[in-house]
């Protein structure tokens, strides 16, 4: 592999992140500035990943989620991410176009990879939503849908599957596109205010 040299953005990759993402070439440069910066050795764990995830939420515990959309992000697997993961992923989830966006959802529901959602799967990532809820704002959400356990029967419910069933990628992306409810059921309703201060933070 040609390592390029530190400090600067080799222009092959620069090439291709300006093909694959919304992001300008000065953008992308002041980004891998500060990427190197926060990581010198070029790549992102987990623990790190989870601590700068953690530091958007000072009132709950994103840790679990952190860990899921982590596993989501890094495709090949290997416990890290690199610059262009990083890159990619960022600008997949925050403004890629909706079928990108629905893949990666399903990316990261289905936990063990194996191409289906069981109902587990879904409580699993629900539950792991509902810790990045304060308390206080849970006391607000509807009555039918306040607890992780009866979010995700409503969202089991409107796929019309029974307890043991699987959601295939098919189905999920279509039924997610009919129905605007089941989007917001399904994912944490904040990514804005996150994206704004990862925005912030890569200045
Ligand atoms: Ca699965």
Redo the contacts with the bound molecule.
Sequence with gaps: MGNTKSGSLSKELLEDLKLNTRYSEEELHAWYQSFQKECPSGRITREKFESIYSSFFPDADPSEYARHVFRSFDTNADGTLDFREYVVALHLTSSGKTLQKLEWAFALY?????????KN?VQEIVKAIFKMISLEDQKYLPEDENTPQKRADKVWKFFGKNENDKISEGEFIQGVMDNKDILRLIQFDKPQKVQEKLDEKQQ
């Design positions: 289905d936990v063990d990879g194996n191409g289906t959602i069981s799967e």
